[in-house]
């Protein structure tokens, strides 16, 4: 089926049952805050600490029209499933979140369409994101890689030669279901559409209109400083991301593209994107704070974790009200919105379904002063992480 089933599965793959698979990642962590002129506070002390993340995968094919797919995960951060050892005292329990449960279903055998030229497949549930790249480049400027959406979506994909493809996905999903009659629920009816070129050496891109709807004061105040939300967040300008405090609408519109080429035996990837959230405005609270609307991100990779080693570079700008912060890649800026900074990253197969990582962030708050008091705050800081990780 088509919808990115055990994304980490080393399983065996046979056209039936049920297969496992899953990862464990160890990682320490150190975080460095350096001076924070932004609003006159003491630095923050320097930090340390060692995490883990446990992943479960399955997949299902129930026949050839139907499939399910699931993922268990460490700890109940809606954007993590890092747990740090020692947060819960005298050796207390961790616990365990549902990811994914989706139910899957295709018009044709196999979810392939009937020429064979492409595919076709519906999902509905704890379904995962769609609307992120993954392997060209790093795709983090507006969703961070653990979320996974709620509602029921479908995606279309159609070969163009050798190698290409064009593509289109849509869906509705559940951001929060109030259970008073009084209230709407908000939602997010997106729709995204590309094309990619080539094989060996290729080029795609990609344009997405994010809508959301029905948003409540309860929504805002989560990108706001992350209030009663299921994760940290922060950022977003209170009357500024919608126009309203109250909520209101979204409208963001995306654009990311990649090139990619063998460059001989060292792969080369080259990658960038652009957003504008058209329904933002000018503070009417924060005098001189305007709509902050933009983000943008470029970078490189170069080489092959499994040939030798992979290393990169990325930037990312994403401003105030460029997205809901609470959707905002937690590592990347610290999960913030008003933030840019780097990026530097490597990676090597050091085994067999074994990789050792090493991941360097530096960021900074993009505006400071009223109206950017939870942003800016501790917004100066490096961050490094070095993994290891077992697939299985």
Do not use: C
Request: charged share 25%; net charge negative; proline share 3%.
């Amino acid at each position: 089926l088509t919808t990115g089933l055990v994304s980490d599965s080393r399983a065996a793959e046979d056209d039936k049952g049920l297969k496992f698979g899953g990862s464990i990642r160890g990682r320490y962590e150190y975080i460095n805050w350096m001076n924070d002129s932004h609003d006159g506070s003491e630095t923050k002390d320097d930090r340390g600490r060692f995490r883990y993340r446990l992943r479960f995968d399955a997949k299902a094919k129930i026949n050839p029209n139907a499939g399910a797919y699931f993922r268990l995960v460490s700890g109940t951060d809606s954007r993590s499933g890092n747990v740090t050892l020692g947060s819960n005292p005298d050796f207390g329990p961790d616990s365990f979140s549902i990811r994914y449960a989706a139910m899957v279903i295709t018009p044709w055998d196999d979810g392939l369409l009937p020429s064979g030229n492409g595919k076709w497949a519906f999902d509905f549930g704890r379904v995962k994101n769609p609307y992120k790249w993954k392997g060209h480049g790093k795709d983090m400027m507006m969703w961070d890689g653990d979320i996974a959406l709620a509602g029921a979506g479908t995606q279309f994909s159609h070969k163009l030669g050798d190698g290409g493809k064009f593509f289109v996905q849509t869906g509705y999903y559940a951001i929060d279901e109030n259970s008073s009659q009084d209230s709407k629920d908000p939602y997010m009816a997106p729709v995204q559409g590309g094309i990619v070129f080539g094989k060996d050496t290729s080029f795609g891109i990609r344009g997405s209109y994010y809508y959301m709807s029905e948003l409540d004061a309860a929504f805002i105040m989560r990108g706001v400083d992350g209030t009663d939300g299921t994760t940290s967040a922060g950022g977003n300008i209170e009357d500024g991301l919608t126009g309203d405090p109250e909520g209101g609408n979204l409208k963001v519109v995306e654009t990311q593209a990649f090139f990619s080429t063998g460059l001989g035996s060292i792969p080369l990837v080259v990658s960038g994107g652009y957003s504008d959230n058209t329904s933002a405005v000018a503070s009417e609270t924060y005098e001189g704070v305007g709509p902050n609307s933009v983000a943008y991100n470029f970078g490189f990779e170069l080489g092959s974790k499994k040939r030798a080693l992979l290393g990169g570079i990325g930037w990312y700008h994403i401003e105030a009200n460029a997205f809901p912060a609470q959707f905002i890649d937690s590592d990347l800026l610290d999960g913030y919105t008003n933030r840019e900074g780097v990026l530097l990253f490597f990676a090597k197969s050091v085994m067999k379904d074994t990789d050792l990582g090493l991941q360097f962030f530096r960021s900074d708050a993009i505006e400071s002063g009223e109206g950017f008091g939870e942003s800016s705050k501790n917004s100066k800081r490096n961050r490094l992480q070095i993994d290891m990780i077992y697939k299985f």
